[in-house]
């Protein structure tokens, strides 16, 4: 939907706390709202703008991923979904005035709106709960990016009933407290007047129709526990402790009502030759230092397979080798990191007495002393001024 700052289209700065952001909203779902503004296509598209913006950034997973990648973080969703923010239907929206107004919408008893936003049905819409699940990668995987098939349980409409809750269609009934509006009012006389309050309808909770003959295998909840096969798929460049959303794959709502989201929780598997530092990748190379001193060839493993690369001659223990573009891609991006190879040096512990004497031949070499730079000094001369 919309591409404009979240932050500016409610008004608030970037560091706003939770307090301000909900005031914000209130205070523009109050202006823009289609009851008031009826027929306005400009109004309703500056509601739903709104609602979108709030969706975000009142939730603090989201509003970390829109901070730091903005709208491009719809990319970063495991479905295409992103935020889910952009999905937003008139009665997503609705459901969030529970939070925002205390329950309903604010012009209940002001433009004639029932108990909170209904469905076609009469009924008041529900909201499954969000589910979560971890999913380990390998460093390919997070490299190159994986499709992943995951058995998740989890609460599925019934398939008896349809979701519906009941025997059959002649089975709902409006509900005779509330006359199928999900809501009543209450109108209290008061020393400033008369005062008129509106809550959730106890008898049918909100949905506006009551069930006669509930169905016998879910019990009326139009839900029941089951197992679902969902595609996953997991962008190249993640990293550990990274989540993903999929919109409507959590639990389903009761009754017909709006699912709940899937939160992916990204788990790095330890690699057993690279580690992941950022976008760049690390790999000690060990080499002996003959191959240090005359230099050779080494092949060396990285996330795309094995690479032939090159030792110098006088090669140093501490030196870093870069592989370009041989790391991990950023998300969302053509941007790929490196790999470094850092050089030790390995000294054998053992010699046979052909390789003691050859070694104690060289030992004297002029070659075979350290060798500082200009500007620095010796071992020896730095121990002499800490002990004078």
């Not at 970037?14 to 306005?40: C, S, T």
């Not at 269609?169 to 007047?193: D, E, H, M, P, Y």
């Not at 592989?323 to 053992?350: C, F, M």
Request: glycine share 14%; aromatic share 6%; proline share 4%.
């Amino acid at each position: 939907m919309s591409k404009r700052d979240y932050y500016d289209i409610l008004g608030v700065a970037k560091g706003a706390d939770a307090d301000e952001i909900k005031k914000a909203y209130r205070k523009m779902a109050i202006k823009y709202h289609p009851d008031k503004n009826e027929g306005d296509k400009a109004a309703e598209d500056k509601f739903k703008e709104a609602a979108e913006a709030y969706e975000v950034l009142s939730n603090p997973e989201k509003r970390q991923r829109y901070d730091q990648f903005g709208h491009a973080a719809n990319a970063h969703s495991a479905n295409g979904g992103g935020y889910g923010g952009g999905g937003m239907n008139m009665d997503d929206i609705f459901s969030q005035f529970g939070d925002i107004f205390g329950g309903g919408s604010p012009f209940e008893g002001f433009f004639g709106g029932g108990g909170g936003r209904q469905s076609s049905g009469g009924r008041r819409v529900q909201r499954g709960s969000n589910l979560r699940i971890k999913v380990r990668l390998t460093l390919e995987e997070i490299a190159n990016g994986a499709e992943k098939k995951i058995k998740v349980n989890k609460q599925i409409p019934c398939k008896t009933c349809d979701g519906t809750g009941a025997k059959d269609k002649a089975s709902f009934q409006t509900c005779k407290t509330c006359g199928g509006q999900g809501a009543v009012r209450r109108v209290t006389n008061t020393i400033l007047g008369q005062m008129q309050t509106t809550s959730t309808c106890p008898t049918c909770n909100g949905e506006g129709t009551t069930i006669l003959s509930k169905c016998t295998v879910c019990h009326g909840d139009g839900v029941v526990r089951g197992e679902e096969t969902i595609t996953i798929n997991i962008p190249a460049g993640v990293s550990e402790g990274m989540q993903l959303s999929m919109s409507g794959k959590g639990n389903s709502a009761p009754r017909g009502g709006v699912p709940g989201d899937l939160i992916i929780l990204i788990e790095e598997i330890p690699h057993e030759t690279l580690k992941r530092d950022g976008n760049n990748v690390i790999y000690d190379l060990h080499v002996n230092f003959v191959d240090a001193t005359i230099g050779t060839s080494v092949e060396v493993p990285t996330i795309d397979g094995k690479v032939k690369i090159k030792i110098d001659p006088g090669t140093q223990g501490g030196k870093i080798l870069r592989l370009k573009s041989k790391g991990v891609p950023e998300v969302n991006s053509y941007r790929r990191g490196d790999q470094l190879v850092h050089i030790n040096i390995w000294t054998p512990k053992a010699l046979s007495r052909e390789e003691r004497e050859l070694l104690e031949k060289l030992q004297n070499s002029p070659n075979f002393k350290p060798n500082p730079g200009k500007n620095e000094k010796s071992f020896f001369e730095r121990m002499k001024e800490y002990f004078e």
